[in-house]
């Protein structure tokens, strides 16, 4: 058996049930804020919150799924949160309203907790030691088509059919995720550490976030909150300067740029470790946010596209790499809920905390801003993980 093999049947079921799972969050977050306006009159701030309680579920979920998915077992987990998923998602269609609505997407964004923690478990598990990274980042893949995919099909139905058949088209895709997952197979894990019962008693803050983690998960936190500004800001700041029918493929690029990328940055880690490619993803991010900054053609728009999914997606998949690897295989579920909670946060919170500061600066200061954020953020990866990484992956490949 070639043990190195990394395309097996077991990872493209994960890498496709994780992508399922994704392509109903982007394509609901497109269109929900809408349907509370004319299904329920809510008012904007209304519309936001229905939005953004998304997040919020999806942190509590990774918080307590990454505490007991190694007691649970990560096969029942993966099952429970997709069950929950559905379920969740038919409330979509009964949702009377606002209140309802409300605690709809605070329990999806739990169960999508759930899922994206268990699928990002089982698939660094499943991945070969000696191509940790380069398959992380293949399947970091399936989320990043889910971004560009999702938000076209959202928008391409609303033209077409209703609301009620969106959710249904949601909810069948979640019962797609669940039939396909029962064929996926997941081996018993080889612990390198044996737990104690005194490290899993208790409310300890390490039994639900894991340390060795924490370093990279705050780079992971700044990184994504600059992000956020793009992901949440893009339509206002392209109507503002006039190039919407440039930004309608943005991420399209975005998406390319790192598809593209993937697999070169992914072996790159693998062979020579992870500051070959997060000092180059830092300066470039900063670059793509300065140059978004300055925009003033659609192709200037695209490029800054372009230099933004070079730098942040390949640095989010790297970040993920990095988390795990750090890791005793008994704890990886804490390490990656630790990576996804860090995410979340920056992602989920950014846009709210950036709406504060938008009508100070405007959209052109706070991308330079931002900017000038990440490339200082290059110092702190060096003190948090850099300065460390070539004494750690000679630990590593001692272990290996």
Known sequence: MNTSRLWTKDF??????????????????????????DQ????????????GIFIIGSLIGRLFTGRFIESLGRR????????????????YLISSNIGIMLITRLLHGVAAGIVGTATGTIAAQIIPAARKAEGIG???MSTTLATAIG?????????YTTFQMIFIFSVVLGVISFVTSLF??????????QPSS????????SNFIEPKALPIAIITLVISFCYSSVLSFIKFYANEINLVSAASFFFLVYSIAVLFSRPFTGRLIDTRGANYIMYPGFIILAGGMVLLSAVNSGLILLVAGALIGLGFGNMQSSTQAIAVKLTPAHRMGLATSTFFIALDAGLGFGPYILGFIIPATGYRSLYVILGLVVLVSTALYYFLHGKRESGIRANLNKVA
């Not at 996926?184 to 550490?193: E, N, Q, R, S």
């Open 12 to 37: 493209i079921i994960i890498s496709g049930v994780n992508f399922l799972i994704n392509l109903v969050f982007y394509l609901l977050i497109v269109i929900i804020g809408e349907y509370a306006v």
């Open 40 to 51: 329920f009159q809510a008012s904007t701030s209304q519309a936001g919150l229905v939005t």
């Open 76 to 91: 029942k987990t993966l099952f429970i949160g997709l069950v929950f998923f559905i379920l969740t998602t038919v409330l």
């Open 138 to 140: 293949y399947f970091s």
């Open 151 to 159: 938000p076209f099909i959202g928008l391409f139905m609303t033209q």
């Open 184 to 193: 996926v197979y997941i081996p018993a894990i080889t612990m390198t550490t």
């Open 198 to 205: 005194v490290e899993t008693r208790g409310f300890k803050i």
